[in-house]
Nanobody, 118 residues
Framework: QVQLVESGGGLVQPGGSLRLSCAAS????????MGWYRQAPGHQREKVAR???????VYGESVLGRATISRDNAKDTVSLQMTDLRPEDTAVYYC????????????WGQGIQVTVSS
């Protein structure tokens, strides 16, 4: 069983930046795709960014040009760097893992709050 633990987040001013990290742990696992989704109050969960073992990435339209996802395969961690943060980026961010870039994975972290406000 793979477990995902997020870190980072918190309160950020508009125009600021943040870095989220997610560490995967478990026995004898290999996770092909790791990534981030987010859910704001009253909205559906949406894709932020995903990356596979080979470094291929996909991004959600709302963060294009402002988000960079990276991965350390040796440490089983994935990070999300976001810049030019906006109030509409306020959400709970969830780490996600699964076998394919084409569909959301079935393993989720607990989620971490990001609030963009002055």
């Amino acid at each position: 069983q793979v477990q995902l633990v997020e870190s980072g987040g918190g309160l950020v001013q508009p125009g600021g930046s943040l870095r989220l990290s997610c560490a995967a742990s478990g026995d004898g696992f290999t996770v092909d795709v790791m990534g981030w989704y987010r859910q704001a109050p009253g909205h559906q969960r949406e894709k932020v960014a995903r990356i596979n073992l080979g470094g291929i990435t996909v991004y959600g339209e709302s963060v294009l040009g402002r988000a960079t996802i990276s991965r350390d395969n040796a440490k089983d961690t994935v990070s999300l760097q976001m810049t030019d943060l906006r109030p509409e980026d306020t959400a709970v961010y969830y780490c996600n893992a699964g076998p394919s870039l084409l569909r959301v994975g079935n393993i989720w972290g607990q989620g971490i709050q990001v609030t963009v406000s002055s």
